[in-house]
């Protein structure tokens, strides 16, 4: 059941139960789905999300980890005995084995590699060799698949032999004399047909993509086809694995948040989880190239207007408008963007809000002292108008604190819109970069006037 | 097979046989996958759009409406008669029916619906009375579902009975006496179990949502839960139909694709295939938006400067720079976003680049008088400062030369940036605005003044 109000009840009674009321932690979480625990524990202390995790049994467990984001996975696979990792395995799929592996330190990945059957090891150290974001990467081996001319009662046969390890799969690769996938059979169609027929009777045309090709191009041949499952194939054209929808559908959602993202300047995803300090870092290579950019439009300004020493001040502090334009659009429409992308997939619930706003703000605090001082720094240092010596300082004040604001703004904007049922993506960009614009300016000529004036 | 050289291959075969060469084109769309036929009959003339889906037979032409984007449905579904819609009609599921229908004109529609038996007209119009961006919009109602306590044996010989009408399904759900589901049960599940045990021992429990709540959100819970199937239920919790991963994954990539052009101000999805005039059209209240923030910014700068009459002209050409700067920004950002977007979701493969760019810079070029011719008017009939007479139209040809110039840049840069296999989206950004910001600043700067010197 996904519902809402249930879904808040659930993780309200869980931290109930954290801090020591309501039920106990274990009778709980058998309540929860676990896709549900492995996006609240993102948001729990270390050790809570040690004592959610150890309330789980063996199959839960590899539940939560196969739903759970990479950064999340990582801090519990860290804390997790061999002996623990290895009964987690033993119930995953191989391709999310290798997923949790490549998060283990390699001590411990060998010692879980070594403790399984050889030939489930043999398939894990190759699915492990391939690149992480390739076809390869993203397929499972554990695939079926029959040669020409199979009937389809021994084709059922043989899924029922390969029992837990293919129980994920949808349906199976008909294959030629080389390995090579030239037909699809969906479990449907194996059902639907007498056992007598043959597999060749049924079978549609496979759709097929190299190893070693990106996993967001598979991930679109997919999309593109209307796909349950895509072949991959080794360079001689031999089936080595399968890739489902539902892998598909992670990959192109990462992928247009990790786009639109990068549009903005604001990658890596998920930002909203991340340290403040990690993300000022991330986002300040956009904000470097702004300054840049708005320091040399100062000067080519500062040539046009050609006389030099003799101007008044005020226009001189225009020449600097365009930095604080670019700059507050800029952090404006981070925030903006990282918001109305988490509320998209659901990265931000309601209850998140107040907690997203207030550290995406002190986020673009801390970039506008940054880019202020910076501003300041090199202003100082170069300019050679007759303007005050307080000029400097003063511009860099205002830039600061125009960048701030707008910060403050992209994430009020979309969170007030979401709760009055505006689309928030209609409003979050030319509505917000309108608005930013007028008030940064506004802003930083006031700011600036008030500090020259003293 | 998916293979970029050879899809080009058939490409252009089919181009040469529309032409009057090569093989005949009956011959060649039989080796076309319909997915790849119903996206390059997007850039074909009416006539050859025509010749090509003539030249199909009945199954054929079914797959290609299902694929193809409602555009191109809508203009084949113009010209079918009733007769051959309802041939089609018979072939598709339900949902992919609903969906034509609602593209045909009402007469043909009804006609369509008397044709078909009692209890699929009934489900149609069931189907057809969902809003379409809901979850009941998306859903099909051609599910298999069974009363708790079903034997798996039995099960299977439903599916059997209900024949080609569930073929695409993955699975079937689990109903109390209510009808409400609380049990899936997988093809696979069903394949790898006894016949003699019941669905109940095997069933896990279903992700439900309400036949009212938005795709999007039903879409997103697909992803959340990992599912290949989300039960869809009435208000008092009865199964109405599903949902499956397929149908979410082009949920979700449209509605990230929307996301990231309203940002930009530049939605619907698809640009690249709109008239010229379409897409000005669109983009225009972004523009209007921030031509008014534009002129708002240089009222204060005004204010601020607060010498009306005495200063030179070349400090009042400053107060327009933020003008120049949104705008060109904007209309940059806007191209380099669609063709981001377009080369993620293959709208844009190599073959279209060089007229991709043309028609983008066109539409910019436009936009860019548009927005001159409009800042002219504006200046001219508000300004009280002590400019020359020409200053208002200097202004406004200016603001057009830079506005164009970030149209092409904003085309050239992901172009460029694909072909020499630098990421576009990291690039058409963060760099792309700073470019757009120093030239726009001097191209402004420098048109203003050849047009006032004279």
Redesign the interface.
Known sequence: ???QEKLQGQKESLLESLAGGGESLATLVRKV?S?DLA?WMQDLAEEDVWRVFSSLDVDARAEVL??AEDALSGRLVERLTPHQLKEVVETLPADEVVDLLALADEGTAEQVLRSVDDERARGLRELAAHAPDSAGGLMTTEVVSVPVGTRIGDA?KL??TE?EE?????GLFVLDGGGRPVGYV???????HSIHSTVDEVMV?P???GVDVDQ?EAA?????????ELAVVDAGGALVGSI???D???V??E??????L????ASPVHQTRLPILERVIGRL??QA??V???L??AA??DL????GGG?PT??D???F??IV??LA??VG?QS??IL??AF???EVEPDREVAVVATETLAGGVIGLICGGLSWAVIAATDTSAAPAAFPLAVGAAIAAAVTFAAMLGCVIPVVCRRTGI?P??V????L???S??CG??LY?AVA?LMLER
């Open positions: 059941m996904s519902d789905h896709a996006e196969e739903h059922i899924i029922r029992g293919v129980e994920e799969g949808q969906s479990d449907r169609l194996l059902l639907t045309e759709i097929v993509v967001e679109t041949q997919i999309e593109h086809y209307g796909l349950t489902s929808a539902d598909a559908i992670e192109l959602e992928e247009a948040s990790e786009d639109i990068k549009i903005v300047g290579p956009l190239v702004t840049a950019g708005g040399a439009t080519i300004i046009a207007l050609g006389d101007r005020q226009v502090l225009l020449r408008v365009p334009i670019g659009g800029n429409i903006s963007t109305v992308r998209a997939t659901g689309d993506a209609v979050a960009g030319p509505f970069i309108t608005v614009d007028i300016t506004a000529l006037h």
